[in-house]
C-alpha cells in the first residue's frame, strides 16, 4: 500500500514544481505511514530513455529524494511512496518503481495470493523477478502481455487488467506505469476497503490520519493546467483536484497530454 504522483508536462519540471512547495511538503509528509522506501521515474525529453532511481530509506530522511524532487528531472514521471503489506521485506528489490526496457511502474494495493499472482506469469517473465512483491508480478504481467500483443501498450495492459479483475476481483490494482511514449494510470479498487485497522495502529484516532486515509484510502485525483496532467493518490487535501471515478484506465501520451480511456473487463 503507497502513494502515487505521476505527470505529464511541456516542460523539464521539478516534483517540487508539480506540487508546489506547501503540497509537496504535505505529500512528503505521508512518510509518516508510508515510510518503507521511495523511487522516482523520468523522462528528460519525450525521446530520451527512461532514468529511474529508488531506495528503501525513509524519503522524508533521504537527502537523495530531497535533492531530486528539487530538480527539473523531466518533462513526465511518477513519484511513488512505499508503506509494505503483508509482511514484505523492505530491500531495494522490493522498492518501486519496478523497472525493464524503458518501462518504470509502480502501484499502491496488495494482490494476493501471491502465488496465484505468479502463476499468471510466463516461465520467462518469472525468470525476471527479482523481488518477493505483489507489485512486481503485476508489473511483469504488464510487460508480458504487452509483449504478446505485440508492442501494442494499450491492448497489452487491457489484457493484463482483463486478467487481474477476473482472478483478483478484491485487490486494489491503482498503479501507473510511464513507457516510452505514454504515461498509464489505473484505478481498479471498487471493492476493496480502506486499510483503516491497520493505520489506526498507527494514529490515535481516525481525524489524525491523513486526508481520506480513513474513508478512500485508495482514492485517486486529477488535475489538468494548460500545459500538463497530475495524477495522485489520496493524502492531498488540496483545492484544484478531481476525483477520478472508480474502476478507470486512462493512458496519456506524453507528446499531445491526450487522454483516452481504456476499457477493461468491467466490475461485475
Known amino acids: 500500500m503507497c502513494r502515487l504522483l505521476g505527470y505529464v508536462t511541456t516542460r523539464p519540471t521539478s516534483v517540487v514544481d508539480v506540487l508546489g512547495r506547501e503540497d509537496f511538503e504535505t505529500f512528503t509528509a505521508l512518510t509518516e505511514v508510508h515510510s518503507d522506501g521511495w523511487g522516482m521515474a523520468w523522462h528528460r525529453s519525450l525521446d530520451a530513455p527512461t532514468e529511474a532511481v529508488s531506495s528503501a530509506q525513509n524519503a522524508s530522511v533521504d537527502p537523495q529524494y530531497s535533492s531530486l524532487a528539487e530538480q527539473a528531472l523531466g518533462c513526465c514521471g511518477l513519484v511513488h511512496l512505499r508503506w509494505a503489506t503483508g509482511g514484505l521485506p523492505v530491500s531495494p528489490a522490493n522498492t518501486h518503481p519496478f523497472t ?94 480502506s486499510p483503516v485497522e491497520s493505520l489506526r495502529e498507527l494514529f490515535e484516532s481516525d481525524e489524525a490520519m491523513p486526508a481520506s486515509h480513513a474513508t478512500e484510502y485508495y482514492a485517486m485525483d486529477y488535475r489538468i493546467t494548460d500545459d500538463a496532467v497530475h495524477v495522485i493518490s489520496s493524502g492531498l487535501d488540496a483545492e484544484g483536484w478531481t476525483r477520478i471515478p472508480e474502476d478507470t484506465a486512462v493512458v496519456i501520451d506524453l507528446a499531445t497530454r491526450e487522454i483516452t480511456r481504456l476499457h477493461p473487463v468491467p466490475l461485475a
Open 100 to 193: 525493464d526496457a524503458g518501462y518504470a511502474f509502480a502501484h499502491n494495493g496488495h494482490i494476493a495470493p501471491i502465488a496465484h499472482l505468479e502463476e499468471q506469469l510466463s516461465t520467462a517473465s518469472r525468470a525476471k523477478l527479482m523481488g518477493d512483491t505483489d507489485s512486481e508480478r503485476y508489473f511483469r504481467l504488464l510487460m508480458q502481455c504487452i509483449d504478446e500483443a505485440s508492442g501494442d501498450e494499450a491492448r497489452g495492459v487491457t489484457r493484463a487488467l482483463e486478467i487481474l479483475v477476473r482472478e483478483f476481483p478484491n485487490s486494489s490494482l491503482n498503479a501507473l506505469l510511464l513507457t516510452p511514449t505514454r504515461l498509464f494510470a489505473i484505478h481498479i479498487n471498487s471493492r476493496v476497503d
